[in-house]
């Protein structure tokens, strides 16, 4: 057992921060059983960081003492090795827009997987399932606008509109339109008065 734990550490220490390890990528070193035993250990002893069901990461280490890697690296990550689109929560897209000084207390990020919490350190991070229309501009500036204006709803959405007309360009105003037909009818009309006048 300590031999497959010293080769699971070797795998980890080769990852860059925030890259997760998870059980079914070290499946060459022993059966499932054993690698998932091995990695409870490991989480056990502090050498790793349980973040969630099957997912875990090696500790940074700082002159401080160890730390858990950063949020976005992490997520970052986890959306590659899952094949997910992983994107900032509405509230959190609309603080970057500047259509609200909240800043969301929980760090919320919206995801085409299934709802579940990482465990980073102290830190915990909700993935929240969302529809696709939600995800459909990923990370771009244009994702970022249905995003919040998903979040404000269709009572406010107009103003936070109002707000972002001038802000957007042309780039990201067509591709709101080309997106329009996947939105709700509200968010549709909205985004087709803005560009269209």
Do not use: C
Request: zero cysteines; charged letters at 20%; a positive charge.
């Amino acid at each position: 057992m300590e031999r497959m734990a010293e080769s699971i550490m070797n795998v980890a220490t080769t990852l860059p921060e925030g890259v997760p390890l998870a059980a079914k990528g070290l499946l060459h070193l022993g059966s499932r059983a054993a690698v998932d035993q091995t990695l409870s250990r490991l989480a056990a002893r502090g050498e790793l960081i349980r973040a969630g069901r099957g997912i875990y990461m090696r500790p940074v280490q700082t002159r401080f003492g160890p730390r858990s890697p950063s949020a976005e690296q992490t997520i970052e990550a986890l959306a590659v090795q899952r094949g997910e689109t992983i994107v900032p929560s509405g509230a959190a897209a609309a603080n970057a827009l500047g259509l609200t000084t909240q800043v969301p207390v929980k760090t919320v990020y919206l995801t085409s997987g299934r709802s579940r919490v990482l465990n980073l350190g102290r830190q915990a991070v909700e993935l929240r399932h969302a529809p696709r229309w939600q995800l459909a501009l990923g990370s771009k500036t244009s994702g970022q606008v249905v995003r919040a204006l998903a979040w404000l709803g269709p009572d406010e959405a107009p103003k936070g509109l109002q707000i972002l007309r001038s802000k957007l360009t042309e780039t990201a105003k067509t591709e709101l339109v080309s997106a329009a037909p996947q939105f709700p009818t509200w968010l549709a009309r909205l985004i087709g008065k803005m560009v269209h006048g």
